[in-house]
């Protein structure tokens, strides 16, 4: 079990000022541990990011709604970020992690709690390949409470995942630009079968994670060429996140301001930048005017 580090306390104030109803449509609330205890079998232990610091960032920000995204850490214990979501006023949504043990019940009670999706890892380093009989079973389950579920995955796994991705029932969102590296450029063939995934209707991608994207380190310019192609291959069903706390992130964690100072150059024009930001997460997410 491995540790991760902390995320950048210092916020830099961005440059760019985000729009009214700003989406961080992306992020975590972890612990606090003595209230919420981590998942005994997870495969990392991270400090402490509570409900109260992520409304610190959002302050600094500029950002008036998130969606908080449940990490495998607190596996399908759901509760700090059910408890983030219930303080906020309607500022949150979440997604969750479920498992086959879900029952009708269940789903109804988290959908009137502000869940709107569900998350599965495919990721090896997270524990890899979910069982994909329980798999099935959860999109059945969500798909009358038109909810979606949120997919990631390693770059390694887009061509080989792409079949089974085109036959889900329900919306589905690709996480971090599906983790491609900026060294295997527009053309490598795990870009272009998630470019070529968004030409479905019911495919979204989060332009999150430039951080992960890049190989040249801050400020992650590398990273900003695939995003742009994703904002312009589909500008409907696209969605942006700081992705804070950066769990498992690598050596350079990244200042949040930072990347919101992004976003001039991964959507380059006011409507991309309110599709983006405001209106693509408020129709996802039931956000309402």
């Known amino acids: 079990m491995g540790t991760c580090n902390a995320p950048d306390h210092d916020t830099n104030v961005p440059r760019f000022k985000l729009p009214r109803r700003a989406c961080d449509a992306h992020c975590h609330v972890f612990g606090p541990a003595a209230r919420f205890p981590y998942a005994p079998g997870r495969a990392y232990t991270p400090p402490d990011a509570p409900k109260e610091s992520l409304g610190a960032l959002h302050a600094v920000l500029g950002i008036e709604r998130a969606v908080i995204v449940q990490a495998s850490c607190h596996g399908t214990d759901n509760h700090a970020m059910l408890d983030a979501i219930a303080t906020s006023g309607g500022r949150y949504r979440g997604v969750a992690i479920v498992d086959g043990s879900f029952t009708a019940e269940d789903y109804a009670d988290l959908h009137d709690r502000g869940i709107r999706g569900v998350r599965f890892n495919f990721v090896k380093h997270l524990g890899g390949m979910p069982d994909l009989n329980v798999f099935d079973r959860v999109l059945e389950q969500i798909r009358p409470l038109e909810w979606h579920v949120v997919v990631h995955l390693d770059a390694a796994d887009i061509v080989e995942l792409s079949g089974p991705l085109r036959r889900l029932p329900v919306p589905f969102i690709i996480d971090h630009m599906g983790r491609v590296k900026a060294d295997g450029g527009l053309e490598q063939p795990a870009f272009l079968a998630l470019l070529d995934l968004m030409t479905l209707e019911n495919c979204w991608v989060k332009v999150c994670g430039s951080e992960r994207v890049s190989v040249t380190g801050p400020p992650f310019l590398d990273a900003v ?53 405001v209106d693509n997460p408020a129709r996802l997410y039931d956000f309402g005017a």
């Open 225 to 277: 060429p695939f995003a742009q192609a994703l904002v312009r291959a589909a500008p409907d069903r696209v969605l942006w996140g700081t992705d804070w706390p950066h769990p498992n992130v690598g050596r350079h964690v990244p200042n949040d301001g930072d990347l919101v100072d992004l976003l001039p150059l991964i959507a380059s024009d006011e409507a991309l930048r309110g599709k983006l930001l």
